[in-house]
């Protein structure tokens, strides 16, 4: 499994008093101070994927972001896979509606699109923007770092309904349980109620994962390629501000995954990004 970075997303409020005023008002930070160490979790915008695909970002301590999800590029025609990429913030400034601008330089999808500026509202939502400003190249929500908390319990995709051609979407991780209790930190898998087992020996399977801030990479398990096989997927995975939810994401060619080629959609719904919950 890849060993990425860690990276713990730092929020701070300073807090001050003026002459004679025992009302300690607060003092906000200017908006370089505040997003610096901020990390902000969402979608990528999903043009050439089968959903939006989840990502998180980081602003760090100097005038640079990093940006987290699985990034496909073709340069001289080849395909490369990247797990992060690096921007840099050229200029800051305060917009009359309230909004802060961010002026950048990005590419985030392989299509060539660049990102030339970032949006922030109310100091929790952002937004990137093309250069010509007609499509959104990614939307995310401020993660503050008291509410990241340990994926440690059991996940899995939601349950299917009587239309649906599924008895829980995303059967990779349907069910995946999380132990953080234990080191290295290892995921276990059922179906139906019962352990995954390796044929030899008879044991439970595992994986190991890393939780880094909102992000989680993990491996997910498909019991069901037909050759006798229990085969672990890579597994991107980012928490939502709520705790209970994981957006996630693979490109391996055997995860059980929403396909438009599959229109009965018997992994989840297609063009959604997939979202399992906490038990």
């Not at 997003?35 to 760090?60: H, R």
């Not at 340069?75 to 400034?93: H, R, T």
């Amino acid at each position: 499994m890849k060993k990425i970075l860690l990276i713990i997303a730092v929020s701070s409020w300073f807090f001050g008093c003026q002459k004679d005023d025992t009302s300690n008002p607060i003092v906000q930070q200017s908006y370089s101070d505040f997003i610096k160490n901020t990390e902000w979790v969402g979608t990528l915008d999903g043009t050439g994927f089968q959903y939006p695909p989840p990502c998180s970002l980081k602003f760090n301590s100097d005038n640079t972001f990093t940006m987290y999800s699985i990034f496909v590029f073709f340069p001289n025609g080849e395909q490369k896979i990247q797990d992060s990429i690096v921007g840099n913030i050229i200029s800051l400034d305060s917009l009359p509606d309230g909004r802060t601008r961010i002026n950048t330089d990005i590419i985030t999808s392989y299509n060539g699109t660049t990102t030339k500026t970032i949006y922030i509202t109310n100091r929790n939502e952002l937004k990137g923007i093309s250069s010509d400003e007609s499509k959104v190249t990614f939307q995310l929500s401020l993660f503050p770092e008291k509410d990241i908390t340990s994926v440690h319990g059991t996940w899995r995709g939601k349950a299917g309904t009587a239309t649906d051609h599924f008895t829980y979407a995303y059967p990779d991780l349907s069910t995946v349980i999380f132990q953080d209790n234990v080191d290295p930190n290892v995921t276990y898998y059922t179906r139906g109620g019962q352990p995954v087992l390796l044929a030899a020996p008879n044991v439970s399977l595992q994986s190991i994962y890393q939780q880094k801030g909102a992000r989680i990479y993990f491996g997910g398990c498909n019991e069901t390629r037909g050759t006798g096989d229990i085969t672990i997927i890579p597994y991107f995975g980012v928490l939502l501000p709520t705790g209970d939810k994981m957006m996630v994401h693979s490109l391996d060619f055997y995860a059980r995954l929403p396909n438009y080629i599959n229109t009965n959609e018997p992994y989840g719904p297609n063009g959604v990004t997939p979202v399992i919950l906490r038990d």
